[in-house]
Protein backbone atom coordinates (compact mmCIF):
# COMPACT_ATOMS: atom_id res chain seq x y z
CA UNK A 1 0.00 0.00 0.00
CA UNK A 2 1.30 3.39 -0.92
CA UNK A 3 -0.46 6.15 1.59
CA UNK A 4 -0.02 9.99 1.11
CA UNK A 5 -1.77 12.71 2.73
CA UNK A 6 -1.59 15.72 3.20
CA UNK A 7 1.43 16.18 1.30
CA UNK A 8 2.64 19.89 0.54
CA UNK A 9 5.43 21.32 -0.87
CA UNK A 10 6.59 25.32 -0.58
CA UNK A 11 8.70 27.44 -2.98
CA UNK A 12 9.74 30.84 -1.09
CA UNK A 13 7.24 30.62 1.18
CA UNK A 14 4.49 30.11 -1.47
CA UNK A 15 2.52 27.10 -1.55
CA UNK A 16 2.96 25.07 -4.81
CA UNK A 17 1.88 21.83 -4.21
CA UNK A 18 -1.07 20.50 -1.85
CA UNK A 19 -2.83 19.16 -0.04
CA UNK A 20 -2.30 16.36 -1.88
CA UNK A 21 -3.56 12.23 -0.49
CA UNK A 22 -4.15 9.66 -1.87
CA UNK A 23 -3.69 5.67 -1.71
CA UNK A 24 -2.94 2.85 -4.44
CA UNK A 25 -3.14 -0.65 -3.35
CA UNK A 26 -0.81 -3.28 -4.03
CA UNK A 27 -1.33 -4.50 -7.65
CA UNK A 28 -2.92 -1.60 -9.14
CA UNK A 29 -2.02 0.78 -11.94
CA UNK A 30 -2.26 4.27 -11.76
CA UNK A 31 -2.77 7.15 -14.07
CA UNK A 32 -2.09 10.49 -13.21
CA UNK A 33 -3.10 13.34 -15.27
CA UNK A 34 -2.47 16.82 -14.85
CA UNK A 35 -1.56 19.92 -16.72
CA UNK A 36 1.64 21.04 -17.57
CA UNK A 37 2.93 22.82 -13.84
CA UNK A 38 0.11 21.23 -11.88
CA UNK A 39 3.15 19.26 -9.79
CA UNK A 40 2.92 15.71 -10.95
CA UNK A 41 6.94 15.53 -11.42
CA UNK A 42 6.99 17.17 -7.81
CA UNK A 43 4.52 14.46 -6.39
CA UNK A 44 6.42 11.90 -8.24
CA UNK A 45 10.12 13.12 -6.67
CA UNK A 46 8.78 13.14 -3.34
CA UNK A 47 7.43 8.71 -3.79
CA UNK A 48 10.72 8.11 -4.89
CA UNK A 49 12.62 10.46 -2.18
CA UNK A 50 14.29 12.38 -4.71
CA UNK A 51 12.77 15.58 -3.47
CA UNK A 52 11.54 16.14 -0.11
CA UNK A 53 8.11 17.60 0.83
CA UNK A 54 7.10 20.60 3.23
CA UNK A 55 4.57 18.80 4.91
CA UNK A 56 2.43 15.84 5.09
CA UNK A 57 2.82 11.86 5.01
CA UNK A 58 4.38 9.30 2.59
CA UNK A 59 4.53 5.72 3.42
CA UNK A 60 5.50 2.83 0.94
CA UNK A 61 4.21 -0.74 2.59
CA UNK A 62 5.19 -0.16 6.13
CA UNK A 63 8.76 2.23 5.54
CA UNK A 64 7.68 6.29 6.13
CA UNK A 65 9.28 8.37 3.45
CA UNK A 66 10.21 11.25 5.81
CA UNK A 67 12.11 9.06 8.71
CA UNK A 68 13.64 6.27 6.39
CA UNK A 69 14.28 7.86 2.79
CA UNK A 70 16.67 5.16 2.07
CA UNK A 71 14.74 2.60 2.88
CA UNK A 72 11.85 4.13 0.66
CA UNK A 73 14.82 4.19 -2.57
CA UNK A 74 14.75 0.41 -2.11
CA UNK A 75 11.14 -0.52 -2.51
CA UNK A 76 10.52 2.14 -5.52
CA UNK A 77 11.97 2.15 -9.27
CA UNK A 78 11.56 5.35 -10.60
CA UNK A 79 12.18 6.47 -14.55
CA UNK A 80 11.85 10.33 -14.54
CA UNK A 81 11.08 12.46 -17.41
CA UNK A 82 14.48 11.79 -19.29
CA UNK A 83 16.17 8.54 -18.61
CA UNK A 84 18.83 8.78 -16.10
CA UNK A 85 21.40 6.40 -18.27
CA UNK A 86 25.07 6.79 -19.22
CA UNK A 87 25.03 6.69 -23.15
CA UNK A 88 28.78 5.98 -22.97
CA UNK A 89 28.62 2.56 -20.96
CA UNK A 90 27.32 -0.95 -22.54
CA UNK A 91 23.16 -1.67 -21.45
CA UNK A 92 24.85 -4.93 -19.13
CA UNK A 93 27.57 -2.59 -17.58
CA UNK A 94 25.08 0.28 -16.95
CA UNK A 95 22.62 -2.23 -15.50
CA UNK A 96 25.02 -3.71 -13.24
CA UNK A 97 26.07 -0.09 -12.28
CA UNK A 98 22.38 0.50 -11.40
CA UNK A 99 21.89 -2.92 -9.36
CA UNK A 100 25.32 -1.94 -7.37
CA UNK A 101 24.30 1.90 -6.41
CA UNK A 102 20.83 0.06 -5.02
CA UNK A 103 22.81 -2.24 -2.95
CA UNK A 104 22.93 -5.77 -5.19
CA UNK A 105 25.86 -7.92 -4.87
CA UNK A 106 27.26 -8.92 -8.32
CA UNK A 107 25.66 -12.07 -8.08
CA UNK A 108 21.99 -10.79 -7.30
CA UNK A 109 22.51 -8.85 -10.40
CA UNK A 110 23.53 -11.38 -12.60
CA UNK A 111 20.14 -13.33 -11.38
CA UNK A 112 18.04 -10.86 -12.23
CA UNK A 113 19.49 -9.49 -15.71
CA UNK A 114 18.02 -11.85 -17.90
CA UNK A 115 14.65 -11.28 -16.66
CA UNK A 116 15.27 -7.78 -16.51
CA UNK A 117 16.48 -7.51 -20.22
CA UNK A 118 13.65 -9.79 -21.31
CA UNK A 119 10.68 -7.64 -19.88
CA UNK A 120 12.45 -4.59 -21.31
CA UNK A 121 13.05 -6.20 -24.89
CA UNK A 122 16.83 -5.21 -24.67
CA UNK A 123 17.94 -8.45 -25.01
CA UNK A 124 19.41 -7.66 -28.64
CA UNK A 125 20.70 -5.02 -27.83
CA UNK A 126 22.90 -5.83 -24.13
CA UNK A 127 25.77 -5.40 -25.44
CA UNK A 128 25.63 -2.05 -27.10
CA UNK A 129 26.62 1.21 -25.87
CA UNK A 130 23.56 3.32 -25.04
CA UNK A 131 25.01 6.32 -26.78
CA UNK A 132 24.21 4.31 -30.07
CA UNK A 133 20.61 3.50 -29.67
CA UNK A 134 17.31 5.18 -30.90
CA UNK A 135 15.43 7.01 -28.07
CA UNK A 136 12.58 4.06 -27.83
CA UNK A 137 15.62 2.07 -26.90
CA UNK A 138 17.11 4.40 -24.30
CA UNK A 139 13.84 4.89 -22.64
CA UNK A 140 13.21 0.82 -22.50
CA UNK A 141 17.15 0.52 -20.83
CA UNK A 142 15.47 3.04 -18.51
CA UNK A 143 12.54 1.09 -17.43
CA UNK A 144 15.48 -1.85 -16.94
CA UNK A 145 17.13 0.69 -14.58
CA UNK A 146 14.02 1.46 -12.51
CA UNK A 147 13.27 -2.61 -12.38
CA UNK A 148 16.79 -3.96 -11.78
CA UNK A 149 16.26 -4.38 -8.06
CA UNK A 150 12.27 -5.75 -8.27
CA UNK A 151 10.93 -2.34 -6.78
CA UNK A 152 7.50 -2.93 -5.01
CA UNK A 153 6.16 0.48 -6.41
CA UNK A 154 7.12 1.00 -10.07
CA UNK A 155 6.91 5.27 -10.84
CA UNK A 156 7.36 5.81 -15.10
CA UNK A 157 7.24 9.34 -15.44
CA UNK A 158 5.86 10.54 -19.13
CA UNK A 159 7.62 6.84 -20.46
CA UNK A 160 6.31 7.35 -23.99
CA UNK A 161 7.30 11.18 -24.03
CA UNK A 162 8.93 11.17 -27.99
CA UNK A 163 8.41 7.91 -29.31
CA UNK A 164 6.72 7.16 -32.41
CA UNK A 165 3.09 4.96 -32.87
CA UNK A 166 5.49 1.38 -32.98
CA UNK A 167 7.53 2.51 -29.59
CA UNK A 168 4.00 3.91 -27.93
CA UNK A 169 2.30 0.66 -28.41
CA UNK A 170 5.45 -1.49 -27.41
CA UNK A 171 5.84 1.15 -23.82
CA UNK A 172 2.13 0.06 -23.09
CA UNK A 173 2.36 -3.65 -23.99
CA UNK A 174 5.79 -3.50 -21.59
CA UNK A 175 4.23 -1.78 -18.93
CA UNK A 176 0.97 -4.26 -18.79
CA UNK A 177 3.45 -6.99 -18.37
CA UNK A 178 5.30 -5.21 -16.03
CA UNK A 179 2.06 -4.58 -13.46
CA UNK A 180 2.37 -8.74 -12.57
CA UNK A 181 5.13 -8.09 -10.40
CA UNK A 182 4.97 -4.14 -9.85
CA UNK A 183 2.35 -1.75 -7.69
CA UNK A 184 2.78 1.46 -11.02
CA UNK A 185 1.96 4.84 -10.87
CA UNK A 186 2.59 6.50 -14.48
CA UNK A 187 2.43 10.42 -14.93
CA UNK A 188 1.53 11.13 -19.00
CA UNK A 189 -0.11 13.71 -21.12
CA UNK A 190 -1.61 11.00 -23.74
CA UNK A 191 -4.71 10.78 -22.42
CA UNK A 192 -5.47 7.49 -24.24
CA UNK A 193 -2.20 5.89 -23.43
CA UNK A 194 -3.91 6.35 -19.27
CA UNK A 195 -7.07 4.91 -20.64
CA UNK A 196 -5.78 1.84 -21.57
CA UNK A 197 -3.02 1.22 -19.81
CA UNK A 198 -4.30 1.97 -16.14
CA UNK A 199 -6.90 1.10 -13.60
CA UNK A 200 -7.47 3.80 -11.71
CA UNK A 201 -6.90 7.65 -12.44
CA UNK A 202 -5.71 10.55 -10.45
CA UNK A 203 -5.91 13.98 -11.50
CA UNK A 204 -4.03 16.88 -10.37
CA UNK A 205 -5.26 20.23 -10.81
CA UNK A 206 -4.16 23.30 -8.78
CA UNK A 207 -1.99 21.90 -6.51
CA UNK A 208 -4.60 19.19 -5.44
CA UNK A 209 -6.47 15.83 -6.20
CA UNK A 210 -9.68 16.88 -7.94
CA UNK A 211 -10.82 13.18 -9.14
CA UNK A 212 -10.18 10.01 -8.24
CA UNK A 213 -11.55 6.56 -10.11
CA UNK A 214 -11.69 4.84 -12.97
CA UNK A 215 -12.94 6.60 -16.12
CA UNK A 216 -16.09 5.86 -15.83
CA UNK A 217 -16.70 6.84 -12.30
CA UNK A 218 -14.73 10.20 -13.23
CA UNK A 219 -16.86 10.88 -16.32
CA UNK A 220 -20.54 9.65 -14.42
CA UNK A 221 -19.14 12.12 -11.85
CA UNK A 222 -18.11 15.21 -13.83
CA UNK A 223 -20.27 14.70 -16.89
CA UNK A 224 -24.18 15.13 -16.58
CA UNK A 225 -24.74 12.29 -19.57
CA UNK A 226 -22.56 9.24 -21.22
CA UNK A 227 -22.08 9.77 -24.50
CA UNK A 228 -21.85 6.79 -27.16
CA UNK A 229 -20.57 6.57 -30.71
CA UNK A 230 -23.00 3.94 -32.82
CA UNK A 231 -22.14 2.48 -35.77
CA UNK A 232 -25.22 0.86 -37.45
CA UNK A 233 -26.00 -0.57 -41.14
CA UNK A 234 -29.88 -0.16 -41.41
CA UNK A 235 -31.48 -3.40 -42.27
CA UNK A 236 -34.50 -3.42 -44.94
CA UNK A 237 -34.07 -3.37 -48.96
CA UNK A 238 -34.28 0.86 -48.52
CA UNK A 239 -30.12 1.73 -47.15
CA UNK A 240 -28.34 -1.05 -49.59
CA UNK A 241 -30.13 0.79 -52.91
CA UNK A 242 -27.89 3.99 -51.67
CA UNK A 243 -29.78 6.47 -52.73
CA UNK A 244 -29.22 9.61 -50.89
CA UNK A 245 -32.90 9.49 -50.53
CA UNK A 246 -33.16 6.01 -48.94
CA UNK A 247 -30.48 6.19 -46.76
CA UNK A 248 -31.60 9.93 -45.20
CA UNK A 249 -34.65 7.30 -44.49
CA UNK A 250 -33.00 4.56 -43.31
CA UNK A 251 -31.12 7.34 -40.74
CA UNK A 252 -34.14 8.39 -39.72
CA UNK A 253 -35.39 4.86 -38.69
CA UNK A 254 -32.40 4.32 -36.74
CA UNK A 255 -32.54 7.09 -34.90
CA UNK A 256 -35.80 6.66 -33.99
CA UNK A 257 -35.04 3.63 -32.63
CA UNK A 258 -32.30 5.13 -30.85
CA UNK A 259 -34.21 7.39 -29.28
CA UNK A 260 -36.89 5.45 -27.83
CA UNK A 261 -34.23 3.56 -25.48
CA UNK A 262 -34.66 3.83 -22.53
CA UNK A 263 -32.23 6.63 -20.38
CA UNK A 264 -31.33 8.14 -24.25
CA UNK A 265 -31.59 12.13 -24.30
CA UNK A 266 -30.41 13.03 -27.96
CA UNK A 267 -29.06 11.35 -30.84
CA UNK A 268 -27.40 13.50 -33.34
CA UNK A 269 -26.19 12.05 -36.90
CA UNK A 270 -22.38 11.91 -37.53
CA UNK A 271 -22.37 11.03 -41.23
CA UNK A 272 -21.55 7.37 -42.56
CA UNK A 273 -18.34 5.46 -43.28
CA UNK A 274 -17.58 2.43 -44.60
CA UNK A 275 -21.12 1.57 -45.34
CA UNK A 276 -22.42 2.28 -42.06
CA UNK A 277 -24.26 5.06 -40.43
CA UNK A 278 -22.92 7.01 -37.63
CA UNK A 279 -24.78 8.30 -34.42
CA UNK A 280 -23.82 10.03 -31.45
CA UNK A 281 -26.14 8.58 -28.89
CA UNK A 282 -26.38 11.43 -25.04
CA UNK A 283 -27.76 9.12 -22.29
CA UNK A 284 -27.86 9.74 -18.58
CA UNK A 285 -26.69 6.13 -17.99
CA UNK A 286 -24.28 3.38 -19.90
CA UNK A 287 -27.04 2.63 -22.15
CA UNK A 288 -24.03 0.63 -24.68
CA UNK A 289 -26.50 -2.95 -23.96
CA UNK A 290 -29.54 -1.61 -24.59
CA UNK A 291 -28.74 0.20 -27.51
CA UNK A 292 -27.50 -3.22 -29.07
CA UNK A 293 -30.66 -5.03 -27.53
CA UNK A 294 -33.05 -2.41 -29.67
CA UNK A 295 -30.79 -2.23 -32.80
CA UNK A 296 -30.53 -5.62 -33.32
CA UNK A 297 -34.37 -6.74 -32.75
CA UNK A 298 -34.96 -4.15 -34.97
CA UNK A 299 -32.86 -6.10 -37.66
CA UNK A 300 -30.06 -3.36 -37.71
CA UNK A 301 -26.74 -4.59 -38.13
CA UNK A 302 -24.21 -3.11 -35.14
CA UNK A 303 -21.02 -1.99 -36.85
CA UNK A 304 -19.72 -0.37 -33.30
CA UNK A 305 -20.54 0.43 -30.17
CA UNK A 306 -18.48 2.35 -27.65
CA UNK A 307 -18.00 5.26 -25.79
CA UNK A 308 -17.39 8.31 -27.40
CA UNK A 309 -13.12 8.71 -27.47
CA UNK A 310 -13.40 12.31 -26.24
CA UNK A 311 -15.19 11.30 -22.91
CA UNK A 312 -11.99 11.07 -21.19
CA UNK A 313 -10.21 14.44 -22.33
CA UNK A 314 -14.24 16.37 -21.61
CA UNK A 315 -13.97 14.99 -18.11
CA UNK A 316 -10.05 15.82 -17.46
CA UNK A 317 -10.32 19.44 -18.93
CA UNK A 318 -13.25 19.80 -16.71
CA UNK A 319 -12.05 18.84 -13.85
CA UNK A 320 -8.45 20.65 -14.24
CA UNK A 321 -10.04 23.94 -15.58
CA UNK A 322 -8.72 27.11 -14.11
CA UNK A 323 -6.15 24.98 -12.52
CA UNK A 324 -1.84 25.01 -12.59
CA UNK A 325 -1.63 28.60 -13.16
CA UNK A 326 0.31 29.45 -9.97
CA UNK A 327 2.08 26.28 -9.67
CA UNK A 328 5.33 24.75 -10.63
CA UNK A 329 5.82 21.31 -12.14
Known amino acids: MIHVQNL ?38 ILACDLRPSAGEVSVGKLDALRNPHGVRGLVGFLPETPPVYQDMMV ?48 RVGVAQAIIHKPRLLILDEPTRGLDPVQIVEMRNMIRSLKKEHTILVSSHVLTEISETCDRLLVLGRGEIVGSGTESELSADVLESKHVVVAVRPGGQAYRDA ?87
Open 92 to 139: TDFLHFAGKIRGMSKGDVESRLPGVLEATHLVDVKHQHIGTLSHGYRQ
Open 243 to 329: SSASATESASVVRKVLEEVDGVTNVADSGAADGALLFEVSATEDVRAAVARALVQANHDVIKLDQLERQLEKTFLQLVRGGGDNARN
Open 8 to 45: AKYYGGKRALGPVSFDIADGECVGFLGLNGAGKTTVLR
